[in-house]
């Protein structure tokens, strides 16, 4: 993948030249046929992947069919930062053409250039604040108000 690919992407929309030339040295290109699993839900949740091209299939034991991701979306964002199971199976839908950033190399991103390990950190915060707020009216519908408690 190439440093101007990745201006395509939301969640990398305020990157510069130099941070997206710095996070494509990291990004490993992998490419999936039709009915290619990516990912498996259970799975150790430990890459962010970027979908260049086709069109990827997600969906959940749980919850069912979630959605299908086209080209430009990113799955697995938060998993660079929280370490975990993943809360879902991808199935590439067509031929995907993918980049892939392990944690490790995002923790290699973080010694070598932490500027931009900082920027994509908050990207993936500003993108995961994003959805819990799209949920929000479905949220307020299971719950009122003497239902929610909040620690800290």
Not at 8 to 28: K, P
Not at 45 to 67: I, K, N, Q, W
Not at 68 to 74: P, R, V
């Amino acid at each position: 993948m190439k440093p101007e690919e990745l201006k395509r992407f939301a969640l990398l929309s305020e990157f510069g030249e130099e941070d997206r030339e710095h996070l494509v040295e990291l990004l490993d290109a992998e490419s999936f046929a039709e009915g290619s699993t990516l990912f498996r839900e259970g799975d150790e949740a430990d890459a962010l992947y970027l979908l260049a091209s086709g069109s990827v299939r997600v969906h959940s034991e749980t919850a069912g069919r979630l959605g299908l991701l086209c080209e430009g979306a990113n799955l697995g964002a938060i998993s660079l930062i929280v370490i975990g199971k993943r809360e879902a199976t991808a199935v590439a839908e067509s031929d995907a053409r993918l980049g892939v950033l392990t944690r490790a190399g995002f923790l290699r991103l973080a010694d070598d250039h932490p500027r931009t390990a900082c920027r994509l950190a908050e990207a993936i915060v500003v993108d995961l604040a994003g959805t819990l707020r799209g949920h929000l009216p479905h949220l307020k519908q299971q719950f009122t108000s003497d239902d929610v408690v909040l620690s800290g």
